[in-house]
């Protein structure tokens, strides 16, 4: 397997100005020292509540967000040492799918507009071929060439994503970062989207970072999973062993919240008191132990650093060695 994005300490704490002065009086430390890699080819998905930072990651590896600090190697390039334009050079590569696809359509933009924007930008399709080409990139995602003339108010949400689709893949890029990029759709729609982005990833190499808060989506999507709460890491695991034997007890809890199909293994639902806790000042220690079932002293004071249960499940817990 090869590492197709390598993401190492990546920071980012939003400043909140207070005062007369405006003066940065403290931070948001909406993602806080977190890394991970990305391997060519696969799904990852980030899961959590929203607030744990799962989207700002996201942004802030496009660097849609400038991050605050860390690395961020794309083929073994860092992204955030790059200059504004040899970073708009590389977008073509990273490419963002957000979940209501009709806040990122221009509405009086048609769909061959939409779609030339984009292959005028990635400038490798000659302009007397583009029309040729947005035809092409409707079959990809499954919309007729009949189609190629119209507004995106003429479509249907899931219509919608798939042009937001078709957009993303008129760069030829090689990550997509799907950000709920099925959440705002009926469950019936999400599984057909959710499938075209799988056959697009097989019939193009794609490799997908997919943000939900939706375990159900995760499972039928990703090769593995990453859980994050409060700005960290958790737990991050292939697919199976994240699903069959969670360690962390913060995902433990995620998961008995999702309803088991067979009745048979019956689950406790594990209901975790209190709230999230600001991202201001997060807890000192394990930022989970305010609400963790299983707290003991240590977890007060100690951060839990990631450790590996065995090559592919990692979990940042005090009480799994
Ligand atoms: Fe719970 Fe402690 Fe583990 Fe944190 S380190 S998840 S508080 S047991
Ligand atoms: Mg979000």
């Known amino acids: ?111 061959s507009q939409i779609l030339g924007e984009a292959l005028a930008i990635q400038n490798i399709v000659p302009a007397g071929k583009r029309r040729e080409r947005i035809i092409e990139l409707l079959g990809y995602v499954g919309l007729r060439p009949d189609q190629i003339d119209r507004f995106p108010h003429e479509f249907s949400g899931g219509q919608r994503q798939r042009i937001g689709i078709a957009r993303a893949l008129a760069m030829q890029p090689k990550l997509i970062i799907c950000d709920e990029a099925v959440s705002a759709l009926d469950v019936s729609i999400q599984a057909q989207v ?18 939900s808060h939706d375990l159900g989506v995760v499972r039928h999507i990703s090769d593995r999973v990453m859980v994050m709460y409060l700005g960290k890491v958790v737990e991050i695991a292939d697919k199976k062993s994240l699903f069959d034997n969670p360690q962390h007890p913060y995902t433990q809890a995620l998961l008995s919240a999702i309803p088991v199909p067979d009745a048979t293994k019956k689950q406790e639902r594990i209901i975790l008191r209190g709230d999230v806790p600001s991202p201001i000042n ?25 450790t590996s249960l065995h090559d592919t499940h990692q979990v940042a817990c005090h009480l799994v060695q």
């Open 1 to 111: 397997k090869k590492p197709l994005l390598e993401v190492t300490n990546l920071k980012q704490h939003f400043p909140i100005k207070g005062g007369i002065l405006g003066r940065t009086v403290n931070h948001v430390k909406a993602v806080d020292d977190i890394s991970f890699t990305i391997y060519e080819g696969e799904t990852l998905s980030i899961v959590g509540e929203s607030g744990c930072g799962k989207s700002t990651t996201g942004r802030a590896i496009l660097r849609l967000d400038e991050p605050t600090s860390g690395s961020v190697l794309f083929e073994g390039q860092d992204l955030l040492a790059m200059s504004k334009s040899q970073m708009r050079d590389m977008r073509k590569h990273l490419q963002v799918i957000f979940q209501d696809p009709f806040a990122s359509l221009n509405p009086r933009q048609s769909v």
């Open 194 to 211: 959710l499938n075209l982005l799988k056959s697009l990833q097989r019939q193009f190499q794609l490799t997908y970072l997919f943000i």
């Open 282 to 306: 997060p807890p000192t220690g394990c930022r989970f132990h305010t609400r963790c079932p299983h707290a003991v002293e240590r977890c007060k004071t100690e951060a839990p650093a990631l």
